[in-house]
């Protein structure tokens, strides 16, 4: 996610959007008042501008993913925002077996392959050093997720309901595949298997390591893309998942909207999503070879990460040698003074997650 800056005219995801994506976005989009008409100005331009290299980037990206080498299935690491997902996928990623979208490659995507290390010493001063809502340390190289970079070549990505926040459709179709027509269906294949090719130019020859949360509710989508993927799936006490999500929107989201909406229908919006994306993930993870879905608790792997490497490394009959062990170790030892932010919720809020977030995510933490 890029972070704007405090004027609301800084650095958006749909910076160097492909213009005519952003033309459907603004037709579709068109009704309601606009938080910032400058700011959709300036994404216009800079789109505008910068479409010839876009272009550019499009068929350089198809020439070099022609003959990529076969890899297995990738490796999703799914579960709730704010569950652990970032801190697992940062761990795995010291494993040289694994390849992964950089953050400099989701700011500007339709940029990446054609700027090269040029481009990415341009784009680095726009990625802050830590997040805003947990202070984890940030790099163009470091690993992030997908959703939004497809947002600039595709109305196929859920993130638009974040840019959008009124307009639920993107989520409802693309994230729960609820009323989505089947053009619409192939649409969204298209563009992840795009997404994806477009990773694996960087890393050939490697499996991808995928986090992201918005496919916790995608599984038949993505068992059917990749039949033979290996999902993760990080669950944590939403008594402290769903004050780390807010926070996560006051900070990030926020500044991301394009569109006037009441931060006061925050909440609601959290807690529709949560319900959304881990029931169906309830209902549908059956569907996953057993050797193929293993479930950690955000606790476990909070208090022993290397156990719980190990314990994925065993589930999916994978190798782990001592070189990424001890890539791990310096890892963990660099960020040893980090410190998780510590909630307390109101007790109608309290309440309110003890009856209506998903029954079976809160018990998983009871145990």
């Given amino acids: 996610m890029a972070i704007s800056k405090k004027d609301g005219i800084g650095a958006h995801q749909y910076f160097f959007i492909d213009p005519f994506v952003w033309c459907k976005l603004l037709w579709t989009n068109r009704k309601g008042p606009k938080s910032s008409i400058r700011r959709l100005v300036l994404i216009t331009s800079i789109s505008v501008l910068s479409y010839p290299f876009q272009l550019m980037n499009g068929w350089l990206a198809y020439w070099k993913s022609r003959n990529l080498p076969d890899v297995p299935d990738p490796v999703f690491i799914i579960g709730h925002w704010r ?130 949360p918005h496919n916790t509710g995608r599984i038949p989508e993505l068992l059917e893309l990749y039949p033979n993927a290996r999902f993760i799936y990080l669950h944590r006490d939403p008594q402290e998942v769903y004050p780390s999500t807010r926070l996560m929107y006051d900070r990030v989201i926020l500044t991301q909207y394009l569109e006037l909406y009441p931060v006061s229908n925050t909440t609601d919006k959290i807690f529709n999503y949560a319900v959304d994306i881990l029931d169906r993930y309830m209902s549908t993870s059956r569907q996953v070879r057993p050797s193929h879905l293993i479930e950690i608790d955000y606790t476990h792997l909070v208090k022993d990460p290397k156990e719980v490497i190990a314990q994925i490394y065993g589930h999916f009959d994978y190798h782990l040698d001592n070189a990424t062990l001890d890539r791990i170790t310096t890892y963990l030892s660099e960020r040893s003074d980090y410190r998780v932010n510590r909630h307390v919720n109101d007790a109608a809020l309290f309440r309110r997650i003890q009856t209506s977030w998903p029954a079976f995510e809160r018990n998983k933490n009871d145990v």
């Fill in 83 to 212: 569950s652990g997902t970032t801190f697992l996928q940062y761990l795995l990623s010291q494993d040289d077996r694994f390849g992964y979208l950089t953050y400099y490659q989701a700011f500007i995507p339709n940029l990446s392959i054609l700027g090269g290390k040029w481009l990415k010493r341009r784009v680095a001063p726009f990625i802050p050093a830590k997040r805003p809502q947990d202070d984890v340390h940030l790099h163009v190289d470091l690993p992030t997720e997908e959703e939004n970079p497809i947002a600039t070549f595709g109305t196929t990505s859920a993130s638009h309901s974040w840019f959008w926040p009124t307009n639920e459709s993107y989520h409802r179709r693309y994230a729960i595949f609820n009323g989505i027509t089947q053009a619409d269906y192939l649409r969204w294949t298209k563009n992840y298997r795009r997404m994806l090719r477009r990773i694996s130019i960087n890393w050939p020859g490697r499996q991808l390591l995928i986090k992201n």
